[in-house]
């Protein structure tokens, strides 16, 4: 053999004495953690009260955190106080109380014509000389002026009337003359009916 084929087997012997020291060294270390694990003063548990372990079981690390405590609700705030309104000076008091621009005026409607006053009916006759014949006296007053008056209701209807004087300074009211009894008759029925006037039958002279 030469001195290269001696040469490669101490060194072969050299690497497999490397792996050696290093699997001993492994093993070694192996045996001295053992070691210390069985000779280390075990850790006692904690004491418990009432049969509930004091220490908080620790979190499994897949489980939720627990929620956090909700805050409290913010008061309302409380409004501010409206601001005191000063008072309107005299000035500010007597522009308000007159306004800037006049109201514009109304324009006044064109006063209508006036209706024509009717015609006076003609005043009744007062005579002493009256047309013979039959009469409905219908009033007798001692004023002139009321027997004047009802004379007009009269006319009013379409009624003829006269006024004659009678003793003891009366004046009554006379409807017609009719020419006959019968006719006055029908007269002073026909008359209550129109005018609502009750009379009784008189001849002149």
Same mark, same amino acid.
């Given at each position: 053999?030469?001195?290269?084929?001696?040469?490669?087997?101490?060194?072969?012997?050299?690497?497999?004495?490397?792996?050696?020291?290093?699997?001993?060294?492994?093993?070694?270390?192996?045996?001295?953690?053992?070691?210390?694990?069985?000779?280390?003063?075990?850790?006692?548990?904690?004491?418990?009260?009432?049969?509930?372990?004091?220490?908080?079981?620790?979190?499994?690390?897949?489980?939720?955190?627990?929620?956090?405590?909700?805050?409290? +609700? &913010? #008061?309302?705030? /409380? @409004? =501010?106080? %409206? $601001? *005191?309104? !000063?008072?309107?000076?005299?000035?500010?008091?007597?522009?308000?109380?007159?306004?800037?621009?006049?109201?514009?005026?109304?324009?006044?409607? +064109? &006063? #209508?014509?006036? /209706? @024509? =006053?009717? %015609? $006076? *009916?003609? !005043?009744?006759?007062?005579?002493?000389?009256?047309?013979?014949?039959?009469?409905?006296?219908?009033?007798?007053?001692?004023?002139?002026?009321?027997?004047?008056?009802?004379? /007009?209701?009269?006319?009013?209807?379409?009624?003829?009337?006269?006024?004659?004087?009678?003793?003891?300074?009366?004046?009554?009211?006379?409807?017609?003359?009719?020419?006959?009894?019968?006719?006055?008759?029908?007269?002073?029925?026909?008359?209550?009916?129109?005018?609502?006037?009750?009379?009784?039958?008189?001849?002149?002279?």
């Amino acid at each position: 053999m030469n001195k290269d084929a001696y040469k490669d087997i101490f060194q072969g012997w050299i690497a497999k004495a490397g792996e050696y020291k290093m699997a001993i060294g492994i093993a070694a270390a192996c045996t001295v953690i053992v070691l210390v694990s069985l000779v280390w003063p075990k850790p006692k548990p904690a004491p418990t009260i009432s049969g509930i372990n004091a220490t908080p079981p620790a979190s499994h690390p897949f489980s939720s955190p627990a929620p956090a405590p909700a805050a409290p +609700e &913010p #008061k309302p705030a /409380a @409004p =501010a106080p %409206a $601001p *005191a309104t !000063a008072a309107p000076s005299p000035m500010q008091q007597e522009l308000a109380a007159k306004p800037l621009f006049p109201p514009a005026s109304k324009p006044e409607p +064109e &006063p #209508k014509p006036a /209706a @024509p =006053a009717p %015609a $006076p *009916a003609p !005043a009744p006759a007062i005579t002493q000389s009256l047309p013979a014949g039959y009469y409905v006296q219908v009033g007798s007053f001692q004023d002139k002026q009321h027997a004047i008056a009802l004379a /007009a209701k009269v006319e009013d209807k379409h009624w003829q009337s006269r006024i004659a004087a009678r003793p003891g300074g009366l004046h009554a009211v006379w409807v017609g003359p009719y020419p006959t009894r019968d006719a006055v008759d029908k007269a002073k029925q026909a008359l209550k009916k129109d005018t609502g006037l009750s009379g009784f039958v008189v001849k002149f002279p």
